[in-house]
Nanobody
Framework: QVQLVESGGGSVQAGGSLRLTCVGYGYSRQYMGWFRQAPGKEREGVAAMNTEGSTTYADSVKGRFTISRDNAKNILYLQMNSLKPEDTAMYYC?????????????????WGQGTQVTVSS
């Protein structure tokens, strides 16, 4: 059974940085991504990465966020720099058996419980 466990969320001031970590259990070499959902808003894709290292980012985070992974340890990271108040959301790690799911949430099969990120102005 696939299980994804996120950590690394917290509260920071605008301009600060956080690194999210997602540890995966029960799978290997899947397409993985980070999503976020703010109160009253739909879940949106933030960044995703295939097993070969190809990445895709939402326009709103390009140049500020970096997704990476350690395939040997089944760990996915999201380095978030220059954080803005509008980045405040619950962040979720997700995985899918699709070779390339882009940032389409409906193509992801497995989800973590989420980690809260709060950015104050």
């Amino acid at each position: 059974q696939v299980q994804l466990v996120e950590s690394g969320g917290g509260s920071v001031q605008a301009g600060g940085s956080l690194r999210l970590t997602c540890v995966g259990y029960g799978y290997s070499r899947q397409y993985m991504g980070w999503f976020r959902q703010a109160p009253g808003k739909e879940r949106e894709g933030v960044a995703a990465m295939n097993t070969e290292g190809s990445t895709t980012y939402a326009d709103s985070v390009k140049g500020r966020f970096t997704i990476s992974r350690d395939n040997a340890k089944n760990i996915l990271y999201l380095q978030m720099n220059s954080l803005k108040p509008e980045d405040t959301a619950m962040y979720y790690c997700a995985a899918t058996w699709y070779v390339n799911a882009g940032l389409s949430a409906d193509r992801f099969n497995y989800w973590g419980q989420g980690t809260q990120v709060t950015v104050s102005s």
